[in-house]
């Protein structure tokens, strides 16, 4: 009996050990005729170099860790297409966006984008608006870490094949086709974070090359635009949007993060510049773990690096208060720029581009209190320096914000004086005007 039960318990053993080979077997063989039937399509694309600059691109460097942009061949755009379009050496057409929506965060660029794509002519991209590539994929970037995913510059240009494959099947008649295609990510504008990973800036304590450099490299053309808000307003409702596993939030809490905000900042300049601290990754790391991303509200300063690689006819910039008060006006002027097709009146209502409900709200700050009058006032003059700055290079007053609660409160402190010194010197000012 007992010999029966063996010989039945290791006929058993063997079957399950062949049943699962032959599971294994079958798995393996299913995986290896449908790699044989998908194309191949490498995960990164080559960078020629068509006239090697001998400063930029030295013989013999290292090879980089991500795309060496500015190593690049620039691609050689189709003039029968409107979009910034291709054809690749597989004879497929390829495409980069013809507008971008930099910036800001927390100003509206979600609802200011979900209108551009309803216009006729605008294809939405694979990702419907934030590609994240520029500032955080392509150095494996995410909010507060380092540890995301690295893409490449193949793969930003396959976030907008929507238009490709449009383009594809469009017969081509009389003149360019007027499809376009757009990017709206709006940390693009100030998050410089990967700055040290850029080839060309090693060995630099502050960045001599950037985001607006690359992308001016390989789309020379491309219309930009940026939305502001009050950066005090801005940094309001961005403390409800970020998710900081805070529980409870409030405006005393609001204003007890903007006082160690502060004093990080504080203590960065205090042996670097104000570039340097607003670029660094670590810095951002503390703030954001302050609960707090005061350091997004300083737009002058990233708005000079933009302006001083674009001309200033390719960038738009607005308010997001006229936004919001105007809609149909602001987006009419957003078409022009574009050299969009006017829509009438009829249009417009027809695409919901002046009649729909905002495009996203955050939730976390329906309801919320008013801000405290003290930070606000403290808020106000933290940003003042920058938002003067701000108000001369676009020769506009409505970029002060100036409201009764800042004119009422208005202080000398030293902490905003010696910030407000280090970012804009006059020789700072001058150079950049030449």
């Known amino acids: 009996m007992m010999e029966t039960r063996y010989i039945q318990l290791c006929a058993s053993m063997i079957c399950i050990v062949l049943l699962t080979s032959l599971q294994l077997y079958i798995k393996e063989q299913t995986r290896i005729s449908r790699t044989k039937l998908l194309p191949y399509v490498p995960n990164h694309i080559p960078t020629p170099v068509k006239e090697p600059n001998t400063t930029l691109c030295p013989q013999g460097r290292p090879k980089p860790t991500i795309d060496d942009i500015l190593c690049m061949a620039p691609f050689t755009f189709n003039s029968s297409h409107k979009n910034p379009c291709w054809t690749s050496v597989n004879g497929k057409l390829k ?26 002519d605008v294809v939405p991209n694979i990702k419907n608006k934030e590609t994240m590539w520029w500032s955080w994929e392509r150095y494996g970037y995410w909010l507060w870490s380092s540890n995301a ?22 017969s081509q008649k009389k003149g360019k086709t007027q499809l376009v295609t757009g990017d709206g990510t709006p940390m693009d504008m100030w998050d410089f974070r990967g700055w040290t990973m850029i080839p060309q800036n090693k060995g630099l304590k502050e960045p001599q090359y950037l985001t607006p450099h690359l992308i001016r490299h390989v789309n020379r053309d491309v219309k930009l635009l940026i939305l502001l808000r009050n950066p005090v307003d801005r940094l309001y409702s961005d403390y409800y949007f970020i998710d900081n596993g805070e529980r409870s939030k409030n405006r005393t809490t609001f204003h007890q993060a903007v006082v160690k905000a502060i004093d990080v900042l504080k203590k960065c300049q205090e042996h670097r510049s104000p570039r340097s601290c607003l670029f660094d990754f670590n810095l951002n790391a503390k703030l954001v773990k302050h609960k707090t991303r005061i350091h997004l509200g300083f737009y002058a300063v990233f708005l000079r690096e933009w302006l001083s690689v674009f001309p200033r006819d390719q960038i738009l910039i607005m308010r997001t208060e006229d936004y919001s008060a105007n809609t149909k006006s602001v987006m009419k002027r957003v078409f ?9 009146e009829a249009e417009l209502t027809k695409f919901k ?11 976390h700050k329906l309801g919320k209190q008013p801000m ?14 920058d938002t003067e700055e701000l108000s001369r290079l676009l020769k506009d007053k409505r970029f002060l914000w100036i409201s009764r609660d800042s004119k009422s409160g208005m202080v000398e402190n030293s902490t905003f004086n010696k ?12 150079a950049y005007k030449q």
Request: with cysteine.
């Open 149 to 170: 995913r690295r893409t490449y510059l193949s793969n930003y240009i396959h976030y907008f094949n929507n238009l490709a494959l449009r383009l594809n099947n469009i």
């Open 336 to 344: 022009d720029f574009l050299q969009l097709k006017s829509l009438k």
């Open 353 to 363: 581009i002046t009649t729909s409900k905002r495009e996203y709200v955050t939730k």
């Open 419 to 430: 910030f407000k010194k280090k970012i804009y010197t006059d020789e700072e000012n001058t």
């Open 372 to 385: 405290l009058t003290k930070t606000r006032v403290m808020l106000e003059n933290l940003y003042r320096p």
């Open 95 to 120: 495409c980069l966006p013809y507008f971008q929506v930099i910036g800001m965060d927390k100003c509206g660029t979600t609802d200011l984008f979900a209108r551009i794509s309803r216009h006729p």
